[in-house]
């Protein structure tokens, strides 16, 4: 059965990242032109994994599950895929981090926000094991997931995401990069389809 038109928007950043993304605001602007009716949320992510999740499913806790769905770029791809995990919701997945856990182990200590250099925080060493119980295995739904990856992305490994995701959709791109610098051209709109927003 077709599932309802999304009415409900999440929308993950990624590690050291904001609500102040280029992803996030052009995903925004784009709701605000044509489907304002759509109740969009981007939650500025605390540094830890636990707290983040936490916070997600808080504010998500009212939401209809037929008809929300969440975005979520690198890390906020791996939180994305928590919330799927959970809701068996639609995702969009933007070169998701699939192994968080070994990949932010050697960014324990001190960090700065991409998009604000003044803000910063500490990756704590106990963060790592909060990744490890946030994976969620198989997803019983992944035909409501489509995945975005870039062959060129520099941090993570394409072969990785592609295989983290068998019986979603992928769409695999050359070149490209991690932050996929083209997604208001080449993407948003595949996005937005996927999501079928109201």
């Known amino acids: 059965m077709t599932p309802p ?6 929308y993950l ?5 904001s609500p102040q993304s280029t992803k996030a605001k052009q995903m925004a602007s784009r709701l605000a032109e044509r489907h304002p009716a759509v ?3 981007c939650p500025q992510l605390p540094p830890s994994p636990h707290d983040a999740i936490e916070m997600i499913m808080r504010g998500i806790a009212r939401w209809p599950r037929d008809s929300m769905a969440v975005v979520g770029s690198s ?9 799927t995990g959970m809701t068996r919701c639609r995702a969009v997945l933007l070169n998701p ?4 856990a070994r990949d932010l ?3 324990i200590g001190a960090q700065t926000q ?22 969620v295995g198989p997803l019983t739904r992944p035909e409501r997931v489509l995945a975005i990856i870039a062959k060129g992305d520099e941090l993570l490994d394409w072969r990785e995401m592609s295989a ?3 019986g979603s959709r992928i769409d695999l791109r050359e070149g490209g990069d991690h932050a996929l610098s083209d997604f208001e051209h080449k993407h948003l709109d595949e996005v937005i389809a996927f999501l079928d927003l109201a």
């Open 164 to 166: 983290r995701y068998p």
């Open 5 to 10: 038109p999304t009415t409900h928007l999440l």
């Open 97 to 100: 981090a699939v192994h968080p």
């Open 75 to 83: 890390l906020g791809g791996f939180y994305a895929t928590y919330v």
């Open 105 to 107: 182990a050697r960014h």
């Open 39 to 41: 109740n969009f949320w």
């Open 114 to 135: 991409w998009h604000d250099p003044a803000t910063r925080f500490y990756f704590r060493p106990e963060y790592i094991d909060e990744l490890h119980a946030l994976d």
């Open 13 to 17: 950043h990624g590690f050291r990242s």
